[in-house]
């Protein structure tokens, strides 16, 4: 996507949940723009087979009304569609199947990362771990994200997906998420970065993520996981390198 | 690296201080439990050979710091000091 004309044509991008949206949030991560353009192939292939199968049905319908055709015809066996209706689907599953397998594969590949965040699900908010800059066990830039509550929003803010505490990362960084829980299965997701991983206790899930712009990303618990589940989300903050190691500066002092 | 990277006063951090505990390919499952547990281990091992302050043990204590979640370094260490830590180091 080119920013040659922001100035021209300012773009605002839709990086959170918007009331009754049917369609997908503005991807921010190539993965993300992956599983866009996926669902737009597969879709043309549904669309097809949606009207073949409608064109199908209503001409058998109309066709072979009982007025305009009393004697049935007794086909019982015919080779050749057959194989046309095995053949034919089995060529459009692969077709699906190709770019698929292929997105998904290039999911798990994990480049090597330049930062670290654990993300450890409690019930019922997020714990965010930056250790890469420890000296120590015990010193660690560790920080809990609760979700502002709706009396508390101030004007602008989005009711039930505003936090406290925003994780904030680098942009056009490559960074690995190792998301776990303490307590019960939770799932961290944010639409926009095309993740969604659950959080098993004793599991550290690895998820990495490459975001290609700055900006605020909204998500939420993706996992039932209890009474509040709906009360716990995740803002990601994607900022530049130079603000990103100026915030961590002054959360380590 | 500096010398002084293990004095607790440090603060603040530059661009070179971004780095992490890379790829792993004996590693390679979405599950990186394993990962972070052989990094704590290794770390002691080297430790209990070299000292705590050697330069390779230290990449191992970055390591492990980076990958595991803090409560369970906290519980492994209360493990080692009660002596019931499974690990031999
Ligand atoms: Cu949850």
Redesign the pocket.
């Known amino acids: 996507m080119s920013l040659k004309n922001t100035w021209l044509f300012p773009i605002a991008y839709c990086d959170a949940a918007e009331p009754w949206q049917l369609g997908f949030q503005d991807a921010a991560t190539p993965m993300m723009q992956g599983i866009i353009d996926l669902h737009h192939d597969i879709f043309f292939f549904l669309i097809i087979i949606l009207i073949f199968v409608l064109w199908m049905l209503v001409r058998a319908l109309w066709h072979f009304h009982y007025k305009r055709n009393p004697i049935p015809e007794r086909v019982v066996h015919g080779t050749t569609i057959e194989i046309i209706w095995t053949i034919f689907p089995s060529i459009i599953l692969m077709f699906i199947a190709i770019p698929s397998f292929a997105l998904l594969y290039s999911m798990d590949e994990v480049v090597d990362p330049t930062i670290t965040i654990k993300a450890i699900?409690?019930?019922?908010y997020?714990t965010y771990e930056y250790s890469d800059y420890n000296s120590s066990d015990e010193q660690s830039l560790t920080f809990d994200s609760y979700m502002i509550p709706e009396d508390d929003l101030e004007l602008g803010q989005l009711r039930l997906l505003e936090v406290d505490n925003r994780v904030v990362v680098p942009a056009k960084t490559h960074l690995r998420m190792i998301i776990t829980?303490a307590d019960?299965?939770?799932?961290w997701a944010v639409p926009s970065l095309g993740v969604k991983c659950d959080?098993v206790p004793g599991r550290l899930n690895q998820t990495s993520i490459f975001i290609k712009r700055e900006g605020v990303y909204y998500g939420q618990?993706?996992?039932?996981?209890?009474t509040?589940?709906a009360f716990?989300p995740i803002v990601v903050e994607a900022v530049s390198l130079d603000d990103y190691v100026s915030w961590v500066s002054n959360k380590l002092d | 690296m500096k010398d002084d990277d293990c004095a607790p006063e440090k603060k603040g951090i530059t661009a070179d201080d971004l780095k992490t505990a890379p790829m792993d390919w004996r590693f390679p499952a979405t599950n990186q439990a394993k990962h972070c547990y052989y990094s704590y281990n290794e770390f002691h091992k080297c430790a209990a050979e070299k000292g705590e302050h050697d330069k390779d043990c230290r990449k191992y204590a970055r390591y492990y710091r980076s990958l595991c979640p803090g409560h369970w370094i906290e519980k492994w260490n209360e493990e080692r000091a009660n002596g019931t830590f499974p690990g031999r180091y």
């Open positions: 699900g409690h019930q019922r997020w829980s019960v299965l939770h799932s959080a618990c993706s996992e039932l996981c209890g509040n589940h716990m």
